[in-house]
């Protein structure tokens, strides 16, 4: 606060007023003394007020509020299995294109129906020329199934397997490794010796191995590198 004096009250607050360039309801004033005039101009004071300017309440800013933060949007786990799927779907289409071009360029004539299931895909040949499709021992089909295998697996990062039939050899060939198996483990068991079959294609060796898995006579192992890679009967 500011102090003046004037004769009188009013005129030191005026006085004030007019110094602090404020109206009186824009200040704060305190009469510290009224105006005396003395005895025969002794003891004689001038008004004295105290002037300042109202403090003004200052306003509360409100809390500025933290922006909201979001998940970024992600696909559903929905789309992504459809998206998976439609990539599959084109894929498997895919296999089956390169697989007809490549039988027609080994001379084959030849249709091919594709039946997915969950974890296989099934391509099964129609043609009058089955043994040039099959091969010895299947040597031919299997190496066109690989070939697919590859194919497939350079698409997709799924783990599907291909599997390629003709007048459903697949089935005859299972029939045929499983007699296979148990007169070969028979032979062991009577010669108590080692035996050892030719190289075959993995699911090939899965066969024999399911075949004697229940004979407690011998036990079943493989040995070997692709595609050289054979099946060991052993008794026990």
Known sequence: MTKFEGKTVQQAITLGLTTL??????ADITVLRQAKKGFLGLGK?????????????????APVSEPVK??????SDEAKREKRQAELEKALLAVGDYLAAVTQKMGIKAT?????????????????????LIGKRGRTLNA???LAQDYLDKQVHQHVRVMLDVSDYRKQRQETL???AQNVAREAVLARSVMS????PAYERKIIHAALAQDQRVQTYSKGSEPKRYVVIEPV
């Open 112 to 132: 091919i129906d594709l039946t997915p299931s969950r974890h296989t895909a099934y391509y099964k040949f129609e043609t009058n020329q089955e043994g040039l």
């Open 70 to 75: 979001t998940a970024p949007v992600t696909e």
């Open 21 to 26: 360039a404020l109206t009186e309801e824009q």
């Open 178 to 180: 499983t007699h296979l």
């Open 197 to 200: 079959l030719d190289p075959m």
């Open 45 to 61: 004071k001038l008004a004295l007020v105290e002037v300042s300017a109202k403090k003004v309440p200052v306003a509360k800013k």
């Open 144 to 146: 066109l199934q690989l």
